[in-house]
Antibody
């Protein structure tokens, strides 16, 4: 059974950088695209971006200038870096695998941006 | 960029009702669409991909249809565990989500 697990800080200060990691277990990371999705409290889902097994990335146009997604297949995890945080970045952050659709998700981690 | 618009945003229904949710794309997307169910405090769950293919393990009362710019998710007989929020998602290019439809108990 494929499992994804997010990890990272729950609280970050404005203007700082958020770094999250997603560990993958139960299957190989090959042949899939690995995604980050976020959800502000009480609001809908927002796709952030993905990285392929080969290292190709694609980011949401609205976040592209601040986002970096990287991959470490040997350690079976991928990471999100989001720069220049504001309160609007407060959200639950999910990692997810794109197989047929987004077929496996992590449980999500709440990140609050506050001084 | 392609936008996905869901309607309605909210609907009240009773157990046993047939429920239909619509997702409209701002331009043609062939069948590159998925549907998800999300319950409070939980990650979304994939229900349908490629517009009409049921994900393994999903009950057959869920079905999807459409292509191009108009898509529907239908729940043939609403069950208590189906009260949740439903999202459509583009599965090509940018993986945009629709705004969501909350199905509540009447």
């Amino acid at each position: 059974q494929v499992q994804l697990q997010e990890s990272g800080p729950g609280l970050v200060k404005p203007s700082e950088t958020l770094s999250l990691s997603c560990s993958v277990s139960g299957d190989s990371m090959t042949s899939y695209y690995w995604n980050w999705v976020r959800q502000p409290p009480g609001k809908g889902l927002e796709w952030i971006g993905y990285i392929s097994y080969s290292g190709n990335t694609k980011y949401s146009p609205s976040l592209k200038s601040r986002v970096t997604i990287s991959l470490d297949t040997s350690k079976k995890h991928f990471s999100l870096r989001l720069d220049s945080l504001t309160a609007a970045d407060t959200a639950v952050y999910y990692c997810a695998r794109w197989g047929t659709g987004f077929d496996y998700w992590g449980q999500g981690t709440l990140v609050s941006v506050s001084s | 960029d392609i936008q996905l618009t869901q309607s309605p945003s909210f609907l009240s229904a009773s157990v046993g009702d047939r429920v239909t949710i619509t997702c409209r794309a701002s331009q043609g997307i062939s069948s590159y669409l998925a549907w998800y169910q999300q319950k409070p405090g939980r990650a979304p769950k994939l229900l349908i991909y490629a517009a009409s293919t049921l994900q393994s393990g999903v009950p057959s009362r869920f079905s999807g249809s459409g292509s191009g710019t108009e898509f529907t998710l239908t729940i043939s007989s609403l069950q208590p565990e189906d009260f949740a929020t439903y999202y459509c998602q583009l599965l090509d290019g940018y993986f945009t989500f629709g705004g969501g439809t909350t199905v509540d108990i009447k």
